[in-house]
């Protein structure tokens, strides 16, 4: 989304505009939400900050929509263009948020699966937003898209463009639906509900949280979005390298001295594959295997507890 | 002259690189490891000649710095937040070292609890300790104040270390149209390092020290730096002129906005005043007389310069993206410092706490700040300070304290359980 962001600003700025653009980053793991935000003005963008009442909001994994700490839904009203790329239709999304914003639909792409493995998704959004503002031509989008890209080399530049292009014609039927709107005005403007923040004991205003001991609970092992695997066959039996080198303590040794991962727990980041010295861990996109697990228990049908 | 999109941690690096620096040891921190990323891929590229060290950390970084700085080389770091606390020590030491050299910090609230955002909390600890403090609103600023402070932190009546300051996410992972100024430009600009008679070549070997003294020497040495800095003052302008003529921009040691006719003025720093501009806009549109004075350079404080400025206004709003703990906003006491006694002074000096952690401020929140300012001096009230804090924020906080009383709850549950069951 950070380089949708900046393929959009670019494009805004090529057409003449004056532009900011931004990513928010939070908690920083692969496959945690993150946003990004452009600001275009044909005089300097003095605003700063998260837009609080958008013109445009693009949505590039609709699992986000829902999702209430994500804030999808923030400071949307019925003059906010509302993108989603979904496989699901407008109508649908309009019962289902009960929104006043129009509601537009990116249609996504059937053979992606995976939310974390999105190609393209921020190409096809930048493009989508920029046919959707209509101010910007193609072949200036192209520009832009280019210029940030070029660093990943000619065919990663051609694929995405490729796929914006679709992306763009998509929306060329809604071209303008995006309106600018000003900043609140002083003549007449909804007062803050400031409030006096009162003493409290530190019992109730220290910052500490006590919990149980939910490292062990806490399933980070979802966050994973691609799996190693030791093939036991090459390895070597050494023991330490990998469990040493995990960061996460998520690969345990066996009392034969073999190391065995903790699904769990283990995040994907795959050092112990950059790590083990017979090569003996290979690593593939956690869909692939999670098919191939329910294929494997179709298959032995019945081999686990019910 | 390119325009292009750059971040303030680009910028910053930019800066450094137009300044033609020759060493920059390193550590990382969010948010500003970008800069020394892009200046690294310089280096490696063969497209800037310096030298870069990554240190083991923030202490042994500013070390690095001032040493180096101190046998003559032009040196160039950044840090942020933690970072900067955590190298404190060596902050205060190598200023006292007279050792020039340019650091960027990216503003960032310092734990605990933690954040990553913006808040100047941090860069107001190193507020006493002899370096120079330039405040950026804007990442244009950045490059162009990164110049500038290699210049007066070189200058001979100053030589000591300055910080370019800059605010994590508002600046440095925002992109803005930048004025990249002309390599061959900036570096005429900045001209050759001096570094008189600080010398140490290592063909020539030198010992070089720092004398342990009583009060006496040590007055004078401490005393000598605040001069220095204070030096600052008057040898601006003249380097301030020099970078417009070239460069076609000026910066004011108070960046004024709408301030001629000005009754009401808000004062800040960073890159909030932006926001602050245009609610100003807004302001004058509905009527009021409302002006901006932003202080860009805050150490050496323009003392004389706020005096002018602010004398026969009728009140101020002063926004502190700080908090000192047990007094509150730091620039709104020094402010009552420089207006006490004078008869002229606004009758009404607000505080107002904003943007800790990154907390946003809105448009209507300045407008409302106006508005209380007019009240106070209407009904010839003083104003309590403020915290710019909403009931959504609070209910926000309840939430969170609810469910961290609901955790302990279940904890303290589970142990009555457990000595029962013993008990049994």
């Known amino acids: ?306 | 002259m390119t325009r292009k999109l750059l971040t303030g941690n680009s910028a910053a690096a930019w800066g450094a690189r137009l300044a033609r620096v020759e060493y920059t040891p390193a550590f990382p921190i969010t948010p500003q490891t970008e800069i020394i990323e892009d200046l690294s891929l310089w280096i490696d590229r063969g497209e800037m000649d310096a030298l870069m060290v990554t240190l083991e950390s923030e202490h042994s970084m500013i070390t690095a710095a001032g040493a180096a700085a101190s046998s003559g080389v032009r040196v160039f770091t950044a840090t942020s937040s933690q970072g900067l606390l955590y190298g404190m020590e060596m902050i205060y030491t190598v200023a006292g070292w007279r050792a020039p050299f340019v650091m960027v910090n990216v503003s960032r609230g310092l734990s605990s609890p933690i954040t990553l955002e913006s808040d100047h909390s941090d860069i107001m600890a190193a507020r006493d300790s002899g370096f120079l403090q330039i405040h950026c609103a804007t990442c244009q600023e950045i490059t162009d104040s990164v110049l500038l402070a290699y210049r007066l932190a070189e200058h001979k009546d100053v030589r000591l270390p300055a910080i370019v300051n800059q605010d994590g996410f508002y600046l440095s992972f925002t992109r803005e149209p930048v004025d990249l100024p002309d390599a061959e430009k900036a570096a005429a600009f900045v001209g050759e390092f001096d570094p008189e008679n600080m010398q140490f070549k290592s063909g020539a070997p030198l010992s070089q020290a720092m004398a342990v003294l009583g009060g006496g020497p040590y007055s004078y040495f401490r005393y000598e730096v605040h001069l220095a800095l204070q030096r600052v003052l008057s040898v601006y302008d003249e380097i301030a002129d020099e970078f417009a003529d070239v460069f076609g921009r000026r910066y004011d040691i108070i960046d004024n906005y709408q301030m001629d006719d000005a009754e009401y003025v808000f004062v800040m720093m960073g890159s909030f005043a932006t926001k602050a501009h245009d609610a100003v806009d807004s302001l004058r549109q509905a009527g009021w007389k409302v002006g901006l004075a932003r202080v860009r350079v805050f150490r050496p404080f323009p003392q004389e310069k706020i005096r002018q400025l602010l004398t026969g206004r009728r009140a101020v709003a002063v926004i502190d993206q700080n908090i000192s703990m047990g007094m509150g906003g730091v620039l709104h006491s020094e402010l009552a410092t420089a207006l006490y006694g004078l008869k002229d002074a606004p009758a009404v000096l607000a505080s107002y706490i904003g943007g800790l952690g990154g907390r946003d401020v809105s448009q209507q929140e300045f407008f409302e700040m106006i508005d209380e300012l007019k009240q106070a001096c209407d009904n010839g009230e003083t104003l309590p300070p403020r915290l710019l804090y909403t009931q959504n924020e609070l209910t926000e906080i309840r939430n969170l304290q609810a469910i961290a009383q609901a955790e302990h709850a279940e904890i303290k549950q589970a142990e009555i359980n457990k000595a029962e069951s013993k008990k049994k």
């Open chain 1, 1 to 306: 989304m950070k380089t949708a962001s900046r393929i959009l600003g670019s494009a805004f700025f090529m057409a003449g505009y004056e532009v900011q653009d931004a990513p928010r980053y939070g908690a920083e793991r692969r496959g945690a939400p993150l946003f990004a935000y452009v600001r275009a003005d044909r005089s300097p963008v003095n605003e700063r900050g998260i837009i609080s009442h958008p013109d445009l909001v693009v949505v590039s994994d609709d699992t986000l929509v829902g999702m209430p700490a994500a804030g999808v839904l923030q400071g949307i009203d019925q003059h906010t263009v509302l993108l989603i790329n979904s496989h699901e239709q407008a109508e649908t999304w309009s019962e289902r948020l009960n929104s006043a914003a129009k509601i537009i639909i990116l249609p996504a792409r059937e053979d992606v699966e995976d939310r974390a493995e999105l190609p393209y998704i921020g190409s096809s959004c930048a493009a989508a937003s920029a046919a959707l503002c209509g101010v910007i031509s193609w072949q200036m989008f192209a520009d832009a898209l280019s210029e940030e890209l070029s660093h990943l080399g000619d065919d990663v530049v051609r694929q995405n463009l490729e796929m914006a292009l679709t992306a763009f014609d998509a929306m060329l039927p809604y071209a303008g639906i995006v309106q600018q709107t000003g900043l609140p005005s002083a003549a007449e403007y909804q007062k803050p509900d400031w409030v006096e923040l009162p003493f409290e004991a530190a019992a109730i205003s220290a910052p500490a949280i006590h919990a149980g001991a939910t490292s062990v609970k806490v399933r980070t092992g979802l966050w994973r979005t691609m799996r190693p695997i030791i093939d036991y066959q090459r390895c070597s039996g050494c023991w330490w390298v990998c469990s040493t080198y995990c960061p996460d303590g998520a690969i345990n040794v066996t009392a034969e001295g073999l190391p065995e991962i903790d699904y769990d727990h283990c995040k994907g980041c795959l050092v112990c594959v950059a790590q083990c010295p017979p090569q003996a861990i290979e690593s593939i996109p956690e869909h692939v295997a999670k098919q191939r697990e329910s294929s494997a228990v179709d298959i032995s049908g019945g081999s686990h507890d019910t």
